[in-house]
């Protein structure tokens, strides 16, 4: 798995050569920088914990602050691991840009999905309303969730009103349709979770193997 950390900065379209236009999400990834190597002998598995972005050592905590010290690193906003099968070559200090992946490659793309807030069941749901008119005292409300004498009981699970959004969400098998070194931009075919300057996450996809097919 490849993995690089970055900032959706919004969606645009890519126009091929015969004029086909193609919805496409800008994440602005990278540099990321190696700041800790794990290890079997020392921590139980191999991986790389990458860093992004700059912030200020007033905004960091204490811990925090020894870590990137220890290293030699400026302090970073985001750190996140990326789990390997075997031992890696890299080494604290390296960096990683958006060049890591190519055009054509499938990704998984991990963002956190805009707060909508406290919301109803047929925003949350997509429950269906009740009729506008005869007097109708049910509009918009849930109507009846108890069963009846047996189990006596609203089971857990039901689908009421209740906190939407704002919660870590994996959209999968994203094609990766250009690269733009120069400006650290990577341009994903579709839409990913998240805001516009959102922090995400962009993998190398776990299950797209394959092409797929066109509807």
């Known amino acids: 798995m490849t993995l690089i950390l970055g900032r959706k900065r919004g969606m645009t ?18 540099p990321c920088v190696a700041t800790q190597i794990r290890t079997q002998e020392n921590d139980g598995y191999d991986a790389v914990q990458w860093g992004f972005e700059d912030v200020r050592e007033s ?5 925090r602050r020894g870590h990137f010290k220890k290293v030699d690193i400026a302090p970073k906003r ?35 999905t805009k707060g909508r807030g406290f919301a109803g069941t047929i925003k ?10 005869h007097g109708s005292m049910n509009y918009r409300s849930p ?4 069963c009846s004498a047996y ?8 689908r009421m009103s209740g906190h939407y959004g704002d919660k870590r969400q994996t959209t999968k098998n994203l094609r990766v ?14 839409a990913v979770p998240g805001a516009n300057n959102g922090f995400v996450q962009v993998q190398t996809a776990k299950t797209g193997t394959k092409t797929p097919k066109k509807r």
């Open 59 to 63: 905004r960091t905590s204490k811990p």
């Open 177 to 190: 349709m250009h690269v733009d070194k120069e400006r650290n931009l990577i341009f994903i075919k579709g």
């Open 143 to 146: 109507g009846s969730i108890g």
């Open 151 to 158: 189990p006596s009981r609203v089971f857990k699970g039901k």
């Open 13 to 30: 379209q890519l126009f091929a050569e015969d004029g086909t236009a193609t919805g496409v999400t800008v994440v602005e990834a990278g």
């Open 78 to 112: 985001f750190l996140r691991e990326e789990r390997l099968p075997t031992p890696t070559e890299v080494a604290v200090g390296d960096q990683r840009v958006v060049d890591a992946f190519e055009v054509g490659q499938l990704v998984d793309v991990i963002g956190t």
């Open 124 to 133: 949350r749901h997509g429950f269906a309303r009740g009729p506008k008119t």
